[in-house]
């Protein structure tokens, strides 16, 4: 396993990664499938976006999603699911959702198949991964979020019971573009503000609340470019994010939710989904008064 498929096993993500994959190294243990998570690391996913208590709704006729149960410790397997050609991560491990206001209608199928089980070869004798199939909630029924693209995010029923889940990566691997990924999720049109936050989560440094910078904002990660990463940037991304050079991009949305992105401006790269981008100077020499002065804990190794 290369730094690379370590990164995509947990998410791309944690301030203790180098520790962990040592560790794993001393107890030379390895997973088959190929979306197995280490604990801990999957709640800090990159790229996919996080639901919280709804804020003030903007519009009347969008839904409003509410968390139903805390944020699940990671389990083991990374809970995702494959539609229409895309890979989607289940948010916050799959906690249950409740939508009040415009409920999902419009179904968009089945999910029939278990990914463990149904993972299979195709002409080429490369492993495929079956449309309709997930680790999770399997037997659920997929339906379009009203008011939202069907491609970017999906609502996943079990009986009485809501998940969501957002689009990480094409199921094939290939290459995703910042284009298609911000398109897709219609960014500019829901975003209403941007908060800078330390890598956890848990502190705001800095904020855009008007709606021109925001948008500007996001017009600039338009101009990144797909980073075909080597193992030594990835350890380099790894070193930084334990070094607290890594901040959430948290984009907060008219409908209550929020989605988030990852930057490491000295380095300058950004997460987006299940993938790393490189940004221009041109971005950095616009918006880099917002990454100026910050400060956060270096994060611990354990």
């Not at 989605?259 to 790393?276: H, Q, R, T």
């Not at 971005?283 to 804990?297: N, V």
Request: proline residues 4%; charged residues 25%.
């Amino acid at each position: 396993m290369n730094n690379k498929d370590l990164f995509k096993t947990i998410g791309y993500v944690d301030g203790n990664l180098v520790e962990k994959a040592n560790t794993a190294r001393r107890t030379n243990k390895r997973t088959y499938a190929k979306w197995v998570t280490m604990a801990a690391c999957a709640a800090l996913v990159l790229g996919v976006a996080i639901y919280t208590s709804p804020l003030k709704p903007s519009l009347t006729n969008s839904p409003q999603i509410s968390q139903q149960t805390p944020v699940s410790a990671p389990t083991g397997v990374r809970k995702i699911l494959n539609y229409n050609g895309f890979r989607y991560a289940f948010v916050s491990d799959g906690a249950q959702f409740k939508f009040t206001g415009m409920k999902p209608e419009k179904s968009l199928g089945t999910i029939d198949f278990d990914i463990n089980q149904e993972i299979g070869k195709n002409d080429g004798g490369e492993v495929v991964e079956k449309d309709f199939s997930s680790t999770f909630a399997v037997g659920g029924k997929l339906y379009e979020i009203p008011t939202y693209p069907s491609k970017f995010r999906i609502a996943v029923k079990v009986e009485e019971y809501y998940y969501l889940a957002e689009i990480v990566a094409k199921v094939d691997d290939s290459t995703m573009t910042v284009k298609e990924y911000l398109d897709m999720s219609d960014l500019n049109k829901h975003a209403k503000e941007l908060q800078v936050l330390n890598h956890v989560g848990n502190d705001v440094l800095k904020k855009l609340t008007d709606h021109a910078s925001v948008e500007s904002f996001i017009d600039g990660l338009y101009n990144a470019k797909t980073a075909d990463l080597s193992n030594k940037e990835y350890e380099a991304i790894a070193e930084a994010q334990s070094q607290g050079k890594s901040y959430q991009l948290k984009f907060n949305l008219k409908d209550g939710t929020y989605m988030g992105m990852y930057i490491i401006p000295e380095l300058k790269v950004v997460s987006m989904g299940d993938a790393y981008y490189h940004l221009p100077d041109t971005f950095f020499e616009q918006s880099g008064d917002l990454f100026s002065g910050l400060k956060q804990e270096v994060l611990p190794l354990y």
